[in-house]
């Protein structure tokens, strides 16, 4: 027998074309199976064509600093790509519902911490510059922010009403002047130990009609679904 003049195994070569070609042949396997399992919502497209509902807009991040109000960006006098973008979405919440003009807004989102109290702010906020006569109320009994957005007193509001209230008469003294000319905001008040009983009462519809026919839009920030 001959003395073999170089290894006969690995064949390194081979190896690594298989290694190549099992690589990529994987890795677009599970990105293909990551991809058909995603039900997550991540672009237009998506919303569009999961959801089948209208588009109406990007929020870019934004921080806000200490001391300056959660609508910064729409009172500042310098131009901002976050106030653009909440008029923007104004703009295109009275295109999608030009009917009836979209008079009544509830805000929510899918979990908590996702930023619906600062588009409720804000989207008041920029109705209320157009002209509008706005009411803004805090339908989170649970985890009302809004007198915090506002520096309004947290001590009466919606769910005294709901659990006191005789007339909507009374509804007039809970609301809340703010600081932006033409809006007044409801907060949540006293934070109810059950506020999906105290939601199911009629009072909650006298008080949307009583709103309704007072302000020429309402907005209400509600709770997570």
Same mark, same amino acid.
């Given at each position: 027998?001959?003395?073999?003049?170089?290894?006969?195994?690995?064949?390194?070569?081979?190896?690594?074309?298989?290694?190549?070609?099992?690589?990529?042949?994987?890795? +677009?396997?599970?990105?293909?199976?990551?991809?058909?399992?995603?039900?997550?919502?991540?672009?237009?497209?998506?919303?569009?064509?999961?959801?089948?509902?209208?588009?109406?807009?990007?929020? $870019?991040?934004?921080?806000? +600093?200490?001391?300056? $109000?959660?609508?910064?960006?729409?009172?500042?006098?310098?131009?901002? +790509?976050?106030?653009?973008?909440?008029?923007?979405?104004?703009?295109?919440?009275?295109?999608?519902?030009? #009917?009836?003009?979209?008079?009544?807004?509830?805000?929510?989102?899918?979990?908590?911490?996702?930023?619906?109290?600062?588009?409720?702010?804000?989207?008041?906020?920029?109705?209320?510059?157009?002209?509008?006569?706005?009411?803004?109320? #805090?339908?989170? +009994?649970?985890?009302?922010?809004?007198?915090?957005?506002?520096?309004?007193?947290?001590?009466?509001?919606?769910?005294?009403?709901?659990?006191?209230?005789?007339?909507?008469?009374?509804?007039?003294?809970?609301?809340?002047?703010?600081?932006?000319?033409?809006?007044?905001?409801?907060?949540?008040?006293?934070?109810?130990?059950?506020?999906?009983?105290?939601?199911?009462? $009629?009072?909650?519809?006298?008080?949307?009609?009583?709103?309704?026919?007072?302000?020429?839009?309402?907005?209400?920030?509600?709770?997570?679904?």
């Amino acid at each position: 027998a001959e003395v073999p003049s170089h290894p006969i195994r690995p064949k390194k070569l081979a190896n690594l074309m298989m290694g190549l070609v099992g690589g990529v042949l994987i890795g +677009l396997l599970v990105g293909y199976f990551v991809e058909l399992f995603d039900q997550s919502v991540r672009t237009q497209e998506d919303v569009e064509n999961r959801l089948g509902l209208p588009f109406l807009g990007t929020i $870019p991040l934004f921080q806000q +600093l200490a001391g300056q $109000p959660m609508y910064q960006a729409l009172i500042t006098p310098e131009p901002s +790509l976050t106030g653009e973008s909440f008029r923007n979405l104004r703009t295109m919440i009275e295109f999608a519902c030009v #009917d009836d003009k979209a008079r009544k807004i509830l805000v929510t989102s899918s979990v908590q911490a996702e930023g619906k109290s600062c588009v409720a702010s804000n989207i008041a906020v920029a109705f209320a510059q157009k002209g509008e006569k706005v009411l803004l109320i #805090d339908g989170d +009994l649970r985890r009302p922010q809004l007198h915090r957005n506002f520096k309004l007193s947290s001590e009466r509001g919606l769910s005294d009403f709901l659990a006191t209230g005789s007339s909507v008469d009374g509804i007039e003294t809970l609301v809340q002047k703010t600081d932006v000319p033409g809006l007044e905001v409801l907060v949540c008040g006293t934070r109810p130990p059950n506020p999906s009983e105290l939601l199911n009462t $009629p009072r909650l519809g006298a008080l949307v009609s009583w709103a309704g026919a007072n302000y020429q839009r309402v907005i209400v920030d509600c709770t997570p679904m």
